[in-house]
């Protein structure tokens, strides 16, 4: 019996097919058939009749987990069904226990990296270009976020193939943690800044009006005060609030529009414009 | 509109309704729907401000886990449709934009939860070890994901702009669309707090501090954050790295002592 091996072009068909991860995405097994469409190039590769049928039902199990790293996890499956139908001593069971057991330490690290630094960062930089009307706003959020997503998924898919389950232990090491509390940081310092900078509230309400001596007129408003204390104190107050609001599980759309009957609240009062 | 736009409208609807489940090219996100939107109707520049503004308001909303944000896909689309063709403020496209992002999350809930059929049948097709049959499934699925945002853009893309629609907007009081302008100054903190609360980072708070003071007292500009991040992110990587060392060096104690007994 020849050896059966996984081609270069298997794994690129595997990339490729790994950006739809996420298409039949269902409340009973969420990622399972877009992981397995996904191994299919692999799996008929290594696969024929009874073995395959096995082999594509032990890949519509439950996953779910964040879709750019779950790009390694596919690797490192592949290589472990090459060595399987090769004949080395792998059950179905440790194929899906890799599987489980990676998907939920990866998501912990690709959740913070990707959805709470990457995009909101070049998304709030896009957004900041955009309001001036400038083409710049969506391209550079689109071609920087899929140039960086793209090397992701492909990267994740040759590293993990090529290093297998020796990837596991690896993961176990400090690597990962450094990435995700680096880019923790990263994205909460520049979050820090957005509630600064980046949201306006203006309160011109007029507390005192006076002459000065040198005939100036001097005009006190809240924003005034507020802004002599510490600029963007009031973003800054509203965003703990809700925080405090969506950990006590407030759905968000029931806290925008809260904030919406605020605005126009204030605005027909004269408090805010 | 003619025919031709609205086939391309449609085309786009589709292109961000896929994107709102695959959520890997981040076609559905407000940015890019509201420009393509603005570009097929020929007012890209409208497109692309509403586009940030909306973008601003969603930055937080992000599927994680099994949890459902509000739909960013249909929301931008349908906006922008009526923005753009009704010529309407961008005041009165959030205040459409907002409800419309519930509706579309009851929707794609819905879409996500009909897709537990074609699960079921995957299950079949595998038994038969029919792999054409398991891929039709997949791609089924993110079908009916691209109709649920090109159905409703092609409904009000030939409802927008006749006077019955108009009407409804501008039935909408002034105080109403200014108010709502006002607070899409700030509704954006929503996005931050959820973005916070997901990174879940307690002890990395005083980060968030030095992001926010640089910005209260100094002239920076985006990309002087970032840099000033990722110098902080290097310091942090090492001090933590030590603390390791130290952890190890201990550790190796430990099991000194424990040869000693």
């Known amino acids: 019996m020849t050896e059966k091996k996984v081609t270069k072009s298997d794994l690129v068909s595997m990339f490729i097919r790994s950006n739809f991860l996420l298409g039949s995405f269902n409340f009973e097994r969420m990622q399972s058939i877009g992981f397995c469409v996904s191994l299919i190039p692999v799996l008929k590769k290594l696969y024929q009749g009874e073995e395959l049928k096995l082999a594509l039902k032990r890949h ?30 792998i059950d179905e069971g440790s194929i899906s226990g890799v599987k489980i057991g990676l998907m939920g330490p990866l998501a912990g690290v690709g959740d913070p990296i990707f959805w709470g630094t990457l995009r909101p960062v070049l998304a709030a930089l896009g957004a900041g270009l955009a309001l001036t009307g400038s083409i710049i706003g969506p391209l550079i959020f689109f071609i920087s976020f899929n140039i960086i997503r793209l090397a992701t998924n492909w990267y994740g898919i040759f590293y993990g193939y ?30 820090g800044a957005l509630v600064s900078k980046w949201t306006s509230i203006n309160m011109p309400f007029v507390l005192s009006k006076y002459t000065a001596a040198n005939g100036k007129e001097v005009v006190t408003t809240i924003q005034s005060v507020l802004d002599s204390l510490i600029p963007g104190l009031v973003p800054l107050l509203l965003t703990f609030a809700c925080m405090y609001l969506l950990k006590k599980n407030v759905n968000p759309l029931v806290i925008i529009f809260g904030l919406f009957a605020v605005g126009i609240v204030g605005y027909a009062c004269g408090l805010l414009a | 509109m003619d025919s031709l736009q609205l086939i391309l409208l449609i085309l786009v609807a589709a292109i961000a309704g896929m994107g709102s489940v695959l959520d890997e090219a981040q076609t559905h996100r407000p940015l890019i729907a509201c420009t393509l939107v603005g570009l ?25 886990g099994a949890a459902m944000a509000p739909d960013a896909a249909l929301a931008s689309v349908i906006s922008a449709i009526l923005v753009i063709v009704g010529h309407q403020s961008i005041g009165a496209g959030i205040a459409v934009a907002i409800p419309i992002a519930a509706a579309g999350q009851v929707l794609t809930i819905f879409v996500r939860t009909i897709t537990v059929f074609f699960q079921h049948l995957a299950d079949k097709y595998a038994a038969e070890g029919n792999t054409r049959g398991i891929e039709m499934c997949h791609f089924l699925g993110l079908m009916l994901q691209a109709i649920r945002v090109a159905v409703p853009a092609a409904i009000v893309g030939v409802l927008a702009g006749t006077d019955a629609v108009n009407a409804m907007l501008a039935a909408i009081p002034e105080v109403i669309t200014r108010g709502l302008q006002v607070s899409g100054g700030f509704i954006v903190v929503v996005g931050y707090a959820m973005v916070i609360n997901m990174m879940n980072a307690k002890s990395l708070m005083p980060f968030f501090f030095i992001g926010f003071l640089l910005a209260a007292f100094t002239n920076f500009n985006l990309i002087g954050f970032g840099a000033a991040g990722v110098i902080a992110a290097i310091f942090h990587i090492k001090s933590i790295a030590n603390e390791g060392n130290v952890a190890n060096a201990s550790g190796v104690d430990a099991v000194d002592d424990s040869d000693l007994l």
Do not use: C, H
């Open chain 1, 60 to 89: 519509l199990e439950f996953f779910n987990t964040q879709p750019f790293v779950a790009t390694s996890i596919m690797g490192i499956t592949a290589a472990m069904e090459e060595q399987k139908a090769n004949g080395a001593n």
């Open chain 2, 40 to 64: 097929v109707l020929g007012d890209i520049t409208t497109g692309i401000i509403l586009g940030g503004t909306l973008e601003l308001l969603a930055l937080g909303w992000m599927n994680v």
């Open chain 1, 162 to 191: 090529e290093k297998g389950t020796q990837l596991v232990s690896e993961m176990g090491g400090n690597k990962l943690r450094y990435l995700t509390e680096g880019s923790s940081v990263l994205g909460l310092l520049v979050m």
